[in-house]
Antibody, heavy 115, light 107 residues
Framework: EVQLVETGGGLIQPGGSLRLSCAVS????????MSWVRQAPGKGLEWVSVIYSSGSTYYADSVKGRFTISRDNSRNTLYLQMNSLRAEDTAVYYC?????????WGQGALVTVSS | AIQLTQSPSSLSASVGDRVTITCRTS??????LAWYQQKPGKTPKVLIY???TLERGVPSRFSGSGSGTDFTLTISSLQPEDFATYYCQQFNNYPYTFGQGTKLEIK
């Protein structure tokens, strides 16, 4: 059974940094395309970033230069380092598996950016 | 970025009704489209990919069609568990983008 568990969310002041983790079981993060998708409260879904099995990464324009996606193959864990956080980054952050669409999702981690 | 526009944004229907949701993209994406269902407080669940391929385990009352810029999700006979929000997503190129969602409510 595939399971994804996000941790690391919380309340952070504007301009601050936070790192989200997504611990994965049932498949290998190094052999799959892993993404972060976020959902602001009461809003729709927004793709944030992807890391390929090759290690290549891509980002949404809204987070480029501020967020960094990475993985630790030995821990089978995906990360999202978020710097220079803004109020508009407030959202539930989901990790997802899939090259094109996402057939496995974590339960989400809430990030609230507020003073 | 490719923009996806869903219509309607909300819809009231009754159990047993046939429902169609439309997703229009700002540029052609061939068949690189997926549909998701999301219930309140839950994670999205993929229903359809490649515009018309039913994900394993999804009931056959769900179907998808279209290519290019116009796509539809059809539920042939609404069941109580189908009341949720539905999103389309394109994966033709980055950044992947989602429609704004269609909230399906009980009439």
């Amino acid at each position: 059974e595939v399971q994804l568990v996000e941790t690391g969310g919380g309340l952070i002041q504007p301009g601050g940094s936070l790192r989200l983790s997504c611990a994965v079981s049932g498949l290998s993060v190094s052999r799959n395309y892993m993404s972060w998708v976020r959902q602001a409260p009461g809003k729709g879904l927004e793709w944030v970033s992807v890391i390929y099995s090759s290690g290549s990464t891509y980002y949404a324009d809204s987070v480029k230069g501020r967020f960094t996606i990475s993985r630790d193959n030995s821990r089978n864990t995906l990360y999202l380092q978020m710097n220079s956080l803004r109020a508009e980054d407030t959202a539930v952050y989901y990790c997802g598996v899939g090259q094109y669409y996402f057939d496995y999702w974590g339960q989400g981690a809430l990030v609230t950016v507020s003073s | 970025a490719i923009q996806l526009t869903q219509s309607p944004s909300s819809l009231s229907a009754s159990v047993g009704d046939r429902v169609t949701i439309t997703c229009r993209t700002s540029q052609g994406i061939s068949s690189a489209l997926a549909w998701y269902q999301q219930k309140p407080g839950k994670t999205p669940k993929v229903l359809i990919y490649d515009a018309s391929t039913l994900e394993r385990g999804v009931p056959s009352r769900f179907s998808g069609s279209g290519s290019g810029t116009d796509f539809t999700l059809t539920i042939s006979s609404l069941q109580p568990e189908d009341f949720a929000t539905y999103y389309c997503q394109q994966f033709n190129n980055y950044p992947y983008t989602f429609g704004q969602g269609t909230k399906l409510e009980i009439k």
